[in-house]
């Protein structure tokens, strides 16, 4: 159960990741670039730990994806971006996969 919640922490700063680095302007704006390192150093601390719990391959998967549709949540929430059925689409076929890979008993 605590690998569960060292993974919601990645997740969650890996997607601090995402917003800071785009807001980091290639590196650019100091402020946004600490916080891109920083949280950055964050969410990799966290995979870390529940890593001694997942198998490697099912725990980073499931993190990137979660990450990924979190910034697409982000993007259309704060940032105007549009969710057409493209997106939802992709998002359903992620969600399905991170099902699949907790089914398969790997953490």
């Known amino acids: 159960m605590l690998s569960w919640i060292y993974l919601s922490i990645a997740v969650v700063f890996e997607v601090t990741v995402a917003i800071s680095a785009g807001n980091a302007k290639g590196f650019t704006r100091p402020g946004w670039t600490a916080a891109t390192l920083l949280s950055g150093a964050i969410a990799t601390y966290f995979l870390s730990l529940a ?12 993190w990137t994806s979660a990450a990924g549709v979190g910034i697409v949540i982000m993007g259309v929430v704060f940032f105007g971006e549009k969710l057409n059925w493209k997106k ?5 076929l992620v969600i399905g996969g991170v099902i699949g ?3 398969s008993g790997a953490a």
Request: avoid cysteine.
């Open 101 to 103: 890979l907790r089914l």
């Open 51 to 62: 890593l001694l719990t997942f198998d490697v391959g099912v725990g980073y998967s499931i």
């Open 88 to 92: 939802f689409s992709g998002i359903a």
